[in-house]
C-alpha cells in the first residue's frame, strides 16, 4: 500500500542497536551508531581497533573471545567499558558466533548499558551498609555500657551521657520501644520528622512505632515486623512512614530485637535513614532509561516493553498497527543548518506527532530521525492509511528552524498485527523494511508492509546468503564500457561495471545485488575485489599495448566511503599492479556525496592525496547543491542518461544538460555524459562543450576479451 502527498494507491512489493561485529582476531569490522554514541567513539577512531582495548578487564573479556570462537553463544556477559572520555560504563553484553558454511568467521555483540542502574544499586547498597554498620556500632555500644554499669556506675553514666550525645547528633533517625510498641526513646532527627516537640512531650504523650508505621505502610506489615521480632530476629527492609507534615517517606530500616537474660525481649531498638532523595534520584534514572531526552518520548526500550505486553493481552476487536516513520534527507538538514537546528526539528516532529494521535495512542522515538507510533483500529488498514495521511499533512507545514522556515517530508512503514506469533521485534521489523521500500519509491509516502513485501524480504535474504558464497566461489566478473573523447573520437578509458555470474541465472546485474550487499556489510569484500580486479585488467592491457594512457573508472559505495581503510585499499590495489594514479577514477553518486557529507569529505581528501580522480555519477537525480560541490575535491562531473535524453526533443542551449554543462565549466571541471543512444545527443553534446561520452552508441559494457578487439576498433574513430 504506497501513500504519497494525500493519494492512496495499492502497491506491492531493519532496527538501531549497540552492537559490533569483530573478526576472529577481536578486531572490530563494524559498529553502529548506538554502540559509537555509547561509547562517545566515531567510526574512524572505533573501527579497526581490537575490542579488548575498551574491556577495563581485557583478560575476562579475552576469556569470552575464546568461548566464542569455540563455538558458544555467551548472553549477558557484565562488562565495564571505558569510554572515549575516560569514564567507565558498566554494560551487559552478549556475543555469538557469525558462520559462514558452517566456519565461523567472526562474532557478533549487542551491547546493553546499564551505568545508571548499577549507580542505583551501589548507593542503595551503601545506604543499608551504612544503616547495619550503625546498628552494630549501637549493639557494641551497647554492650560496653552494660559492662560498665556492672563494674563501675560513674564511667557507665559518662559513657551513656557520651551516646546520647552522639545519637542526638546523628542525621538518621534512632528509637528504641518495647515490644507493645510504646516508645521509649527517640533521638533529635526521628522527633523532627515525627513532630514530635521534646523528650517529655513524648513522656506526656506515649507514642506506638507500631502505629507509626501502619500510618503509612498499613497494619499487614506491623504484623510481620512484630512476628519476625518476637522470634527474636532483626528485621531489615523499607518503610514507608508519614512525616510531620503530611507526605509519606521511605525509610530504609534496621529493627534488632535485644534479649534479656531469660531470653525475653527487653527491648527493641531501630534505625532508619530517609531515603527518598535516593528513590527520586532512582525514579529519575529509570525515566531517562526508558524516555528520549530531547523529545522526552518514550524510547526504544519503553516502546518494545510495551508492545510486547499489549500483544501478550488476550482477546480485543480491535487490531494493531504500527507506523514507523522517516524524517526524508534529515542529514541534509542537520549539515546545512547544524545539529542544534536538527535537534529542534526532532523536537518539532515530536511535537506534531503528539498533537494528531488519539490519547490512547502511542509516539516513540525510535532512535535518530525514526518515530513510531502505535495505534489501533477496527478496520486497521483503513485505520493506518488515515493515520498516515494525517502525518503527512502535518508535516507539510514547515518549522522554524531559524530565519527561514523548513519544509520536510517523512516516509512511512505500515505494519499490522496479525495474531499468532507476532512480537515487537517482528512487528517494529517489518514497518522498517517497508519504510525502506517507501524510501526506494521516492519517499514521502507510506507503504503498507504485506506478503508481496514479505516474499521479497526473504529474496533478499536468500540473495545475502548467496552473495557470501558468491565472494568464496569467485562468481563476480567486471564489464568494461568505454567512455570516448567527443573532440577526437578516441577511446579516452573504460569504466568497470560488475556482474554476478549466479549459477542458474546467468549474468545478474548490479541494481539486484549491490544494495543487499551494502546492507549486509559484504560492500566492503565486494569493492575490494573490483578495485583490485579493475588495476590488475588495466595492467595486463598495458603489457598488450604500451601507452595508450587511458583511465579506468570504478565506482564507490557510500558504505566504502564510511571506512577509513578504502583509502589503503585503493593504495594497496595501485602499488602492486603499477597503475599510475592519475589514471584511476572513483566514481560517486551525487545522493552519496550528501548522505555522507561530513564522513566523506576527509575520505575524498586521503584518495586525492594517492593521485587518483574522483567523478560525481548521475549528476543532477540527488539533492546536491552547487556549495556541497565546492566543499568536494572533484575534478568531473557525469551527466544522468535521462539528461542526454531529452537532447533528441528540445534545443541544447535550452536542455538541463546546458546548465550542467556550464556549471562544470564555471567550477573547472570535466564533463562526460551517459547514456549516450543517437548521432542527435552527440551532436549537441558537442555543441555543448561536453568532454566525454559513453553509451550504447559506442559499446555496451562487455567482458574484457570483447573490450580489448572493441578497443582497437575505436582507436582510429
Known sequence: MVHEGGNLQLRADETPVAFCVLDTTGTITHASDPELELLGYHQHDYVGRNFLEFDVDPDAAELTLSRVLAGEDVLDHSARLRARDGSVRHTLRSLSPIRLSGVIRGIRCVTRDITEATMVAEVLQHAERHLAALQKENEVLRARLDDLERTNPAPARAAAHSLATILE?????????AMD????????ALRHFAGIASVERLRDEPVSFFDFVAAGQGHDLTAKLRSQLREGRTWTG????????????????????????EGEIELVSGIARDVSTYKQLESELAYQATHDSLTELPNRKLLTRFLDRILATPGSDRTMVILFCDIDNFKVVNDSL????????LAGVAKRLREIVRPADVVARFGGDEFVVVTEGVDPVAHALRMASQISRAMALPFD?????????????????????DSAESLLRDADLAMYKAKELGRNRAVLFDEALRALV??????????????DRDEFVLHYQPAVDISTGRVRGFEALIRWNRPGAGLVPPSQFVRIAEQSDLIGRLGRWVIRRACEQMAAWDRIAPGLDFEIAVNL??????????????????????????????????SVLVESLDTALDTLRALKALGVRLAVDDF?????????????????????????????????????????????????LEVIAEGVESGVQLEALRQLGCHGAQGFLFAPPEPPSRSRRRLGSLLGL
Open 557 to 590: 559505495s557510500g558504505r566504502q566511503l564510511t571506512t577509513t581503510s578504502i583509502v589503503d585499499e585503493v593504495g594497496a590495489s595501485l602499488d602492486l599492479s603499477g597503475l599510475d594514479p592519475s589514471r584511476m577514477v572513483l566514481e560517486l553518486t551525487e
Open 181 to 188: 510498641g510504646r516508645v521509649i526513646y527517640a533521638n533529635s
Open 458 to 471: 526473504e529474496d533478499r535474504h536468500e540473495t545475502e546468503s548467496a552473495l557470501h558464497m558468491a565472494l
Open 338 to 345: 547544524g545539529h542544534s537546528a536538527g535537534d529542534k526539528l
Open 620 to 668: 543532477g537525480t540527488g539533492y546536491s547543491s552547487l556549495t556541497h560541490l565546492q566543499r568536494f575535491p572533484i575534478d568531473i562531473l557525469k551527466i544522468d542518461q535521462s539528461f542526454v535524453a531529452e537532447l533528441e526533443t528540445i534545443e541544447a542551449e535550452s536542455s538541463l544538460a546546458a546548465v550542467m554543462t556550464g556549471l562544470a565549466r564555471t567550477m573547472g
Open 169 to 177: 547528633a546523628t542525621p538518621d533517625l534512632v528509637a528504641t520501644f
Open 401 to 421: 528552524l531559524g530565519a527561514t522556515g523548513t519544509h520536510v517530508t517523512v516516509s512511512t512503514g505500515i505494519a499490522i498485527a496479525a495474531g499468532g506469533d
Open 238 to 261: 523499607e518503610i514507608r512512614a508519614p512525616r510531620h507534615d503530611g507526605e509519606v517517606v521511605p525509610l530504609s530500616c534496621v529493627i534488632t530485637p535485644h534479649l534479656g537474660a
